[in-house]
């Protein structure tokens, strides 16, 4: 019983660990996005 429960108490601290990992891969991909497209707006406003 108590390797479960120091098993719950560190899967608790991964589970954090797991969810700023995963919410900075979001941010990311949607910051790759928006750079994108910008990029492509500028590209076509300049070419005239």
């Not at 098993?7 to 900075?24: C, H, K, M, R, T």
């Not at 750079?35 to 406003?45: F, L, M």
Request: proline share 0%; glycine share 20%.
């Amino acid at each position: 019983m108590s390797g479960a429960t120091s098993g719950g108490s560190a899967s608790d601290g991964s589970a954090v660990v797991y969810f700023f990992g995963a919410l900075e891969g979001l941010l990311f991909g949607y910051d790759t996005g928006v750079i994108s497209g910008a990029a492509s707006d500028t590209s076509t406003a300049t070419s005239g």
